[in-house]
């Protein structure tokens, strides 16, 4: 089985996971911006204010939190093979805004 990229994270297994479960969105209400660093990395939006169509690819005004981290990391931190806090304490993980917000990651990583 090949590896996942970030843009299959984001595009299908977040996408769905929250198509599957719309009171996630619901309850948090508020947006995402990942920026992705590195080989395979890139910017995406997980927008849980709107009534669907949560998950794209670019840049948003005003998120509710901003994360910051290589590609490579985050591959690792949605597989389990990364802790978020041990992430976020050695710098893997970089976060500006809503704390809280970033605390309800784990609901829509998965």
């Known amino acids: 089985m090949s590896k ?3 843009q299959e994270v984001f595009e299908v297994d ?3 996971r929250l ?10 209400k508020s947006s995402y911006q990942f920026d992705l660093t590195g080989e395979g990395g890139g910017q995406w939006v997980v927008d849980l204010t709107k009534a669907s169509d949560w998950v794209y690819a670019g840049q948003i005004d005003q998120a509710g939190v901003t994360i910051t981290m290589s590609a490579s990391d985050f ?3 949605v597989a389990g093979k990364l802790n978020g806090q ?6 893997k993980l970089k976060i500006k805004g809503d704390m809280s917000l970033a605390l ?3 609901q829509i990583l998965g």
């Open 14 to 16: 977040i996408a769905e």
């Open 104 to 106: 309800k990651l784990q």
């Open 4 to 6: 996942k990229t970030c």
């Open 86 to 91: 041990m992430a976020f304490m050695t710098g």
């Open 19 to 28: 198509k599957a479960k719309p009171e996630v969105a619901e309850a948090i």
């Open 75 to 77: 591959l690792e931190l």
